[in-house]
């Protein structure tokens, strides 16, 4: 499965911003989606997932309320809303896909597919 990430931008702080991550295959709907991000220096943090099954999503403590993850499987994409940004949200977004179980959805290790990133950033 291939990914394709877009969206990402410049936006003042407490502004917002619509990630896509579009999939090469239609069995993309049957993994768990995941967004992640990476400052320069500092490892790849979760950010986001929604389950295959269900449509369950999850979220770092940084990004709750703020973000929201959707996947629309007719399209073979996820989106990541992301609303009421910060400074501290700049940053590479990746997403990725994975059949991966809840105890291990915010880990990288649980995804077996990448997209290439998309710049975040957020000026105060």
């Known amino acids: 499965v291939q990914l394709q990430a877009s969206g990402g931008g410049l936006v003042q702080a407490g502004g917002s911003l619509r990630l896509s991550c579009v999939a090469s295959e239609r069995t993309f709907g049957r993994y768990t989606s995941g967004w992640f991000r990476q400052v320069p220096g500092k490892e790849r943090e979760f950010v986001a997932a929604i389950r295959a099954s269900g449509g369950n999503s999850y979220y770092s403590d940084s990004v709750r309320g703020r973000f929201t993850i959707s996947r629309d499987v007719a399209a073979n994409t996820v989106t990541l809303q992301m609303n009421s940004l910060k400074p501290e949200d700049t940053a590479v977004y990746y997403c990725?896909?994975?059949?991966?179980?809840?105890?291990?959805?915010?880990?990288?290790?649980?995804?077996?597919?990448w997209g290439q990133g998309t710049l975040v950033t957020v000026s105060s």
């Open positions: 990725a896909a994975g059949r991966s179980i809840l105890s291990t959805l915010r880990l990288e290790s649980a995804y077996d597919y």
